[in-house]
């Protein structure tokens, strides 16, 4: 599994997020750029890579995906923003009131991607830069096990349950979490982010897509044409593909 990020500019997002997270960039291929850690094994569950791709629109609105970034001290958080702000991030308003209002950063990548720099919490101690990636959902406990089915991921404990949300993870113990918080805002436009899922080597891609569509997703049209993945919406109507096995 990967998180596919829709980019005006693919490699300078891409050099942006390596620089971020202490990964590396790879060499990009049609316009695709990714990122991923030094050494890294698709697709070993220890982290999520990021793939970038080329699209002419820029970004409206405020994003129903985003990703938090792990801290292991007060002292850590406040360098990693201010690492981030010279790396090109900038501080973001997206209703949390003023700086200070609550314990983590809300931040924007060179592209007005919104994501967090979060206070330190036990929790994510050890996941790695990235503490999770966090989908808006308006019914977090509806498409939970659905979301099961997609990743091969099983319940969590971090702070989602809280929230009212849902919390996801590789049944390996390791890398990020997938985090489902309720939203009460509409889904208008297609997301700029999303995931990509794939059946292992020995599974079947058809299989794997029929099972989804019994389980509540939908095909969508987001004028991919003729390609070798397939496109769908998950049950609260955001599109991720599925790819062939690997």
């Known amino acids: ?30 316009g695709v750029a990714a990122v991923e850690p030094s050494g890294y094994t698709y697709p070993d569950p220890v982290a999520l890579p990021l793939v970038f791709i080329p699209v002419s629109e820029a970004k409206t609105g405020k994003n129903r995906i985003h990703l938090d970034l792990a801290s292991d001290s007060a002292a850590h958080q406040a360098a990693q923003v201010e690492r981030l702000l010279g790396l ?30 979060l206070d330190p919490r036990p929790v994510y101690l050890g996941v790695g830069p990235v503490a999770a990636i966090v989908a808006d959902c308006r019914d977090p406990a509806g498409v939970a096990g659905f979301w099961q089915l997609a990743s091969g991921w099983v ?30 805002d509409a889904k208008t436009v297609k997301n700029r982010m999303h995931l990509d899922v794939a059946p292992f080597p020995a599974e079947d891609q058809a299989a794997a897509v029929a099972e989804l569509l019994a389980a509540g997703a939908v095909r969508a049209d987001i004028g991919q044409g003729a390609v070798s993945w397939t ?6 109507g955001s599109e991720f593909c599925v790819l062939s096995p690997r």
Do not use: K
């Not at 693919?10 to 790879?26: D, M, N, S, V």
């Not at 991030?89 to 967090?116: H, K, L, S, Y």
């Not at 969590?156 to 985090?179: Q, T």
């Not at 496109?231 to 609260?236: G, H, I, R, W």
């Open 231 to 236: 496109v769908l919406a998950d049950p609260d």
């Open 1 to 30: 599994m990967h998180l596919a990020i829709d980019a005006t500019d693919p490699g300078r997002l891409a050099r942006f997020w390596a620089a971020a997270l202490g990964w590396e960039a790879a060499a990009e291929e049609d």
């Open 88 to 117: 090109g991030a900038v501080r973001a308003d997206i209703g949390q009131g003023v700086q200070g209002a609550v314990p983590w950063e809300v931040m924007a990548d060179p592209e007005g991607n919104e994501f967090c720099v």
């Open 155 to 184: 319940p969590g404990h971090s702070l989602a349950w809280s929230a009212g949300g849902a919390s996801l993870r590789s049944p390996a113990g390791v890398g990020p979490y997938l985090e489902l918080l309720p939203s009460a």
